[in-house]
């Protein structure tokens, strides 16, 4: 977690490093700080709170200086509080980080013994301690960062700069990541590169366990012994301009309106629009050898894997085992040699799927993955990616980009299908058509506002709301009551609908709304009776459902939210898009803070 940046440079830095930091501020905001080299003395500015408010700071007490470091916070080791934010350190050395150390414990006692004095509870300040001990010892700043890197136990990636030294700035990772920004008779380090995109196009990537010293005319390279690396400098075609909200109040509306043209540019990507036949690129792997997938990814991006899932063995019979990435990684499960590890992710750098990853690999998969961002580390450490083409999601609450992630899978589930024989044409066929279909009838979606609008009023009553939905629609339920938590605090739960009797039953009165996703078809019959069960006891049903769904339930559910008839392969999609159009209406209801909830971040780069 956090962003950090950092440029020596000819011009101002403080304003590029503020506007870098915004771009950066999906990875935290709980504190942000900048530091700049002032006469070859450490000068920073600091902030509890969102980046505006370290704005304000400078605006009051602008901070000169052309070589400076910035950071934006979600905190792990110490309070959200202005003396807890980076930049970290001494007057000698200033440091800015992104990770946890580890052994910061062991380090800081060791430190105190040899008379540093610590000033924050943070586990970052271990770094610059321990580099200004080795500086105070004689050490040449090079070989102090070297000699601390070489302590440190956990993830990390670093910026820091020394009291005396304007052209020197010295970066280094280990289990986050790092970029190295090349510019005109200026250097950059950044977490991303989309945070340097107005500044370069030129980046290169530090590999884990590498370090670099940078000086305003380039950058050295090293690995963890030291010795000179290769830098190999590629070029990013991320958009330097602002992401603008568009008129839109926030950018979760905003997203929420940009599905059908996501899902049709995702499916664009997959479907041959001569052949209408799912086109994979050329796969390092035999799908039809696969003995069994692996699906594994965080958050929501793991209950689009879920629904994949459901697709994969539904359509291609092929076994697939599900679990969130921080378990699966510890869980060690039996792994068959050749398997396939499917990992789904956004930003595809979150510390659990990366380390899955990893896990899955030296297990013997092949890997493939599902990712949003193209120059990210997943991207780097797959055989294979399959690219969401969502755009750049800014809200921290995931919505397009779920269901781009689904316009994928639902691809690779009927491209596996015919790989292995269980996809007759003519299913084949209809399954395309449903997908097609999708842009258009996502886009019918916004004609259910005052009907989604007149359920969040209910649902903004309550403290407690339940989510149900069986078979594919039990991970929509799970994305609904995900995005209802994080965007409006009210508690939620989402049950697979025929589990609520050994349980959640226990729960439902007046006071908790029940909120199932349940079109017609197969397993309806099934979902209406539990639906039924939850209304004998007096609970408040509002239903998503379409219209035989509505024409069966019209008596039983409070409020109906009927969505425009859809292929059963299809409906998750859309009846995901719905449920978060529910939990942004409560939002706007409750007047919270939708874009950044409170202890959220959009880029979880920490385990
Ligand atoms: C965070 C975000 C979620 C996201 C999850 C996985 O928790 O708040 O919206 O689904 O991370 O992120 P990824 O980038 O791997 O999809």
Same mark, same amino acid.
């Given at each position: 977690?956090?962003?950090?940046?950092?440029?020596?440079?000819?011009?101002?830095?403080?304003?590029?490093?503020?506007?870098?930091? !915004?771009?950066? /501020?999906?990875?935290?905001?709980?504190?942000?700080?900048?530091?700049?080299?002032?006469?070859?003395?450490?000068?920073?500015?600091?902030?509890?709170?969102?980046?505006?408010? +370290?704005?304000?700071?400078?605006?009051? #007490?602008?901070?000169?200086?052309?070589?400076?470091?910035?950071?934006? !916070?979600?905190?792990?080791?110490?309070?959200?509080?202005?003396?807890?934010?980076?930049?970290?350190?001494?007057?000698?050395?200033?440091?800015?980080?992104?990770?946890?150390?580890?052994?910061?414990?062991? %380090?800081?006692?060791?430190?105190?013994?040899?008379? $540093?004095?610590?000033?924050?509870?943070? @586990?970052?300040?271990?770094?610059?301690?321990?580099?200004?001990?080795?500086?105070?010892?004689?050490?040449?700043?090079?070989?102090?960062?070297?000699?601390?890197?070489?302590?440190?136990?956990?993830?990390?990636?670093?910026?820091?700069?020394?009291?005396?030294?304007?052209? %020197?700035? &010295?970066?280094?990772?280990?289990?986050?990541?790092?970029?190295?920004?090349?510019?005109? @008779?200026?250097?950059?380090?950044?977490?991303?590169?989309?945070?340097?995109?107005?500044?370069?196009? #030129?980046?290169?990537?530090?590999?884990?366990? @590498?370090?670099?010293?940078?000086?305003?005319?380039?950058?050295?390279?090293? *690995?963890?012994?030291?010795?000179?690396?290769?830098?190999?400098?590629?070029?990013?075609?991320?958009?330097?301009?602002?992401?603008?909200? *568009?008129?839109?109040?926030?950018?979760?509306?905003?997203?929420?309106?940009?599905?059908?043209?996501? &899902?049709?540019?995702?499916?664009?990507?997959?479907?041959?629009?001569?052949?209408?036949?799912?086109?994979?690129?050329?796969?390092?792997?035999?799908?039809?050898?696969?003995? =069994?997938?692996?699906?594994?990814?965080?958050?929501?991006?793991?209950?689009?894997?879920?629904?994949?899932?459901?697709?994969? /063995?539904?359509?291609?019979?092929?076994?697939?085992?599900? *679990?969130?990435?921080?378990?699966?990684?510890?869980?060690?499960?039996?792994?068959?040699?050749?398997?396939?590890?499917?990992?789904?992710?956004?930003?595809?750098?979150?510390?659990?799927?990366?380390?899955?990853?990893?896990?899955?690999?030296?297990?013997? $998969?092949?890997?493939?993955?599902?990712?949003?961002?193209?120059?990210?580390?997943?991207?780097?450490?797959?055989?294979?990616?399959? *690219?969401?083409?969502?755009?750049?999601?800014?809200?921290?609450?995931?919505?397009?980009?779920?269901?781009?992630?689904?316009?994928?899978?639902?691809?690779?589930?009927?491209?596996?299908?015919?790989?292995?024989?269980?996809?007759?044409?003519?299913?084949?066929?209809?399954?395309?058509?449903? %997908?097609?279909?999708?842009?258009?009838?996502?886009?019918? %979606?916004?004609?259910?506002?005052?009907?989604?609008?007149?359920?969040?009023?209910?649902?903004?009553?309550?403290?407690?709301?339940?989510?149900?939905?069986?078979?594919?629609?039990?991970?929509?339920?799970?994305?609904?009551? +995900?995005?209802?938590? /994080?965007?409006?605090? &009210?508690?939620?739960?989402?049950?697979?609908?025929?589990?609520?009797?050994?349980?959640?039953?226990?729960?439902?009165?007046?006071?908790?709304?029940?909120?199932?996703?349940?079109?017609?078809?197969?397993?309806?019959?099934?979902?209406?009776?539990?639906? $039924?069960?939850? =209304?004998?006891?007096?609970?408040?049903?509002?239903?998503?459902?379409?219209?035989?769904?509505?024409?069966?339930?019209? =008596?039983?559910?409070?409020?109906?939210?009927? +969505?425009?008839?859809?292929?059963?392969?299809?409906?998750?999609?859309?009846?995901?898009?719905?449920?978060?159009?529910?939990?942004?209406?409560?939002?706007?209801?409750?007047?919270?803070?939708?874009?950044?909830?409170?202890?959220?971040?959009?880029?979880?780069?920490?385990?």
């Amino acid at each position: 977690m956090c962003g950090i940046v950092g440029v020596v440079g000819s011009r101002e830095a403080a304003p590029l490093l503020f506007d870098a930091l !915004r771009r950066l /501020e999906y990875r935290g905001y709980d504190s942000a700080g900048i530091a700049t080299l002032l006469n070859g003395h450490i000068e920073r500015r600091r902030a509890e709170g969102k980046l505006d408010r +370290l704005g304000e700071v400078l605006e009051r #007490r602008p901070l000169p200086g052309v070589t400076g470091i910035g950071h934006t !916070r979600w905190a792990t080791h110490g309070a959200p509080t202005e003396g807890n934010a980076h930049p970290h350190g001494t007057d000698r050395v200033s440091v800015v980080h992104n990770g946890i150390i580890e052994n910061h414990a062991e %380090l800081r006692a060791e430190l105190e013994e040899c008379g $540093q004095v610590f000033s924050t509870e943070t @586990d970052t300040e271990t770094v610059a301690q321990l580099v200004d001990l080795n500086l105070k010892l004689g050490m040449a700043p090079r070989e102090a960062a070297h000699a601390c890197l070489k302590r440190l136990n956990g993830a990390y990636a670093l910026a820091m700069i020394f009291a005396g030294q304007p052209e %020197l700035m &010295i970066g280094a990772r280990h289990g986050a990541p790092l970029a190295v920004g090349f510019g005109e @008779d200026e250097m950059f380090l950044g977490s991303d590169s989309l945070a340097l995109a107005p500044l370069t196009r #030129r980046i290169a990537y530090l590999r884990d366990g @590498d370090w670099a010293v940078v000086s305003r005319s380039g950058a050295e390279m090293f *690995d963890a012994a030291g010795e000179p690396v290769p830098c190999e400098i590629r070029q990013s075609a991320l958009p330097g301009g602002a992401i603008g909200k *568009d008129g839109y109040r926030h950018y979760m509306e905003k997203e929420l309106h940009e599905h059908p043209l996501v &899902i049709g540019q995702t499916l664009q990507r997959m479907i041959d629009p001569a052949t209408r036949r799912v086109v994979l690129p050329e796969l390092p792997f035999d799908l039809r050898t696969v003995p =069994r997938i692996t699906v594994t990814a965080c958050g929501s991006a793991f209950y689009a894997g879920m629904i994949g899932r459901w697709w994969l /063995e539904s359509e291609a019979r092929i076994p697939v085992d599900a *679990d969130v990435a921080s378990e699966l990684r510890y869980r060690e499960p039996p792994l068959a040699q050749g398997g396939l590890g499917l990992l789904i992710s956004q930003s595809g750098e979150t510390a659990d799927t990366l380390a899955a990853l990893r896990s899955l690999r030296a297990g013997g $998969q092949h890997v493939l993955s599902v990712l949003n961002v193209a120059e990210s580390t997943m991207a780097r450490e797959s055989d294979l990616v399959l *690219d969401t083409v969502a755009g750049p999601e800014i809200c921290v609450a995931s919505t397009k980009a779920f269901t781009a992630q689904l316009s994928v899978l639902a691809c690779l589930a009927i491209a596996t299908g015919r790989a292995r024989g269980t996809l007759t044409e003519a299913r084949e066929e209809e399954l395309v058509q449903a %997908l097609l279909d999708l842009p258009g009838r996502a886009a019918e %979606l916004f004609a259910l506002q005052p009907a989604i609008r007149d359920a969040a009023a209910v649902v903004a009553e309550a403290r407690d709301v339940l989510y149900l939905g069986r078979g594919a629609h039990f991970p929509v339920a799970l994305e609904g009551a +995900l995005k209802l938590k /994080e965007i409006t605090y &009210i508690h939620a739960e989402a049950y697979a609908a025929g589990e609520m009797k050994h349980g959640p039953i226990a729960l439902i009165d007046r006071t908790v709304p029940v909120v199932a996703s349940a079109p017609s078809g197969r397993l309806f019959d099934k979902t209406a009776s539990n639906l $039924q069960e939850a =209304r004998a006891r007096g609970g408040r049903l509002l239903l998503f459902t379409d219209p035989a769904g509505a024409a069966r339930m019209e =008596r039983v559910a409070e409020q109906l939210i009927v +969505l425009p008839e859809a292929h059963a392969f299809t409906a998750p999609i859309l009846h995901s898009i719905a449920v978060q159009m529910l939990a942004y209406e409560v939002a706007l209801l409750k007047g919270t803070d939708v874009d950044q909830p409170r202890n959220l971040a959009k880029s979880v780069t920490v385990e």
